[in-house]
Nanobody, 119 residues
Framework: QVQLVESGGGLVQPGGSLRLSCAAS????????AGWYRQAPGKQRELVAV???????NYADSVKGRFTVSRDNAKNTVFLQMNDLKFEDTAVYYC????WGAGGIGNYWGQGAQVTVSL
């Protein structure tokens, strides 16, 4: 069974930085596209950043220039470096990945990591 486990959330002041990690565990053969989504209270979940298996990246306009998505294929881990955080970045952040595991190909979600930007 494939699992995605997130870490690195927390409380930070405006202008600060956080780094989220998403580690995939289980019988993994390959990870395809991986991305980060976020959901703020009362709002729909939105795409923040995505990285393909080849390393191509795309970002939501609201985070371009501030967030960087990366991956370590050897460790089956995806990262989201968040700099110059703003109040409006406060949300639960979820990682998502297409994974080829022993049981076949599936789409998986992490449990969510709370990021709070506050004074």
């Amino acid at each position: 069974q494939v699992q995605l486990v997130e870490s690195g959330g927390g409380l930070v002041q405006p202008g600060g930085s956080l780094r989220l990690s998403c580690a995939a565990s289980g019988s993994i053969l390959s990870i395809y596209n991986a991305g980060w989504y976020r959901q703020a209270p009362g709002k729909q979940r939105e795409l923040v950043a995505v990285i393909t298996s080849g390393g191509s990246r795309n970002y939501a306009d609201s985070v371009k220039g501030r967030f960087t998505v990366s991956r370590d294929n050897a460790k089956n881990t995806v990262f989201l470096q968040m700099n110059d955080l703003k109040f409006e970045d406060t949300a639960v952040y979820y990682c998502n990945a297409g994974v080829w595991g022993a049981g076949g190909i599936g789409n998986y979600w992490g449990q969510g990591a709370q990021v709070t930007v506050s004074l």
